[in-house]
């Protein structure tokens, strides 16, 4: 009898501890569980993103009202800003609207309305109607001569570095925006240029947005396949070019 109650004891306490290794396991299990998903996650931050960015869309636009802009973020806002870019493009480039007859012909429209309006008004005893003062606040357009300013002197440092022949990538990279940029010209005017560029600010980086995990992997297959193209075409061309009599005549 006394046996059997060893033995009934010794199998409680083994049931006990499979359980309690059990437990274990499964905590081990959910611990292996959340750093596979740590990991996971891990990963999935270093995905390839265009441009190299590391950053969200928002902040990549510079933030702030612009870039709820580009991105839609205020429907009514970024309709009615490329409301108002199609309709000068139709009247300038469709119409065949010059500039200075459009700003004369608003102002003539906008001064009859108001000069019979308030002639009516003080007919019928009414207050004539309220002009509110029209000014341009100067800080707004200062920071924006700034901003320009800033950008045009980065600008023309930046073709300074490509001129000075230490960067033949950057040099033919230039080269090659320059030459696609004067194709596009020789098809259209400035102005509507300025449109496709401004109805592509509006449509690229919100599509961008929203589909970036279908996009960034074929980006990610093409800059492969440019490198690929590229370091051949410095294994064969680039390479032979004698870069060096140049480098010992500016020293």
């Known amino acids: ?123 019928i005893n009414k207050s004539p109607p309220r002009i509110p003062d029209i000014s341009i606040p100067e800080k707004p357009v200062l920071e924006f001569a700034s901003v320009l300013t800033v950008e045009i002197n980065r600008s023309f440092a930046l073709l300074r570095e490509i001129a000075s022949g230490r960067d033949l990538k950057k040099f033919l990279m230039a080269i090659a925006g320059f030459w696609v940029l004067s194709v596009v010209g020789s098809w259209c005017n400035f102005l509507t240029l300025f449109y496709i560029v401004f109805l592509l600010l509006h449509t690229v980086p919100v599509l961008y947005d929203k589909h970036q995990d279908k996009v960034d992997p074929l980006a990610e297959k093409a800059s492969i396949e440019l490198k690929k193209h590229y370091s051949v075409l410095d294994a064969k061309v680039l390479s032979k070019i004698p870069r060096g009599l140049l480098k010992d005549k500016r020293a």
């Open 1 to 123: 009898m006394a046996e059997h109650h060893r033995d009934d004891g010794d199998s409680l306490v083994d049931k006990i501890s499979e359980k309690i290794r059990g437990h274990g396991d499964d905590s081990s299990s959910d611990s292996d569980d959340d750093g596979a998903r740590a990991a996971a996650s891990e990963v999935k931050n270093k995905v390839f993103r265009l441009f190299g960015r590391e950053r969200p869309v928002h902040t990549v636009l510079g933030g702030g009202k612009p870039a709820d802009l580009l991105l839609w973020r205020d429907k009514k806002i970024s309709a009615g800003a490329l409301g108002v870019a199609t309709v000068i493009w139709i009247l300038f480039e469709l119409v065949q609207y010059h500039l200075l007859t459009l700003v004369c012909h608003i102002l003539i429209l906008a001064l009859a309305i108001l000069f019979l309006w308030s002639n009516t008004n003080s007919f």
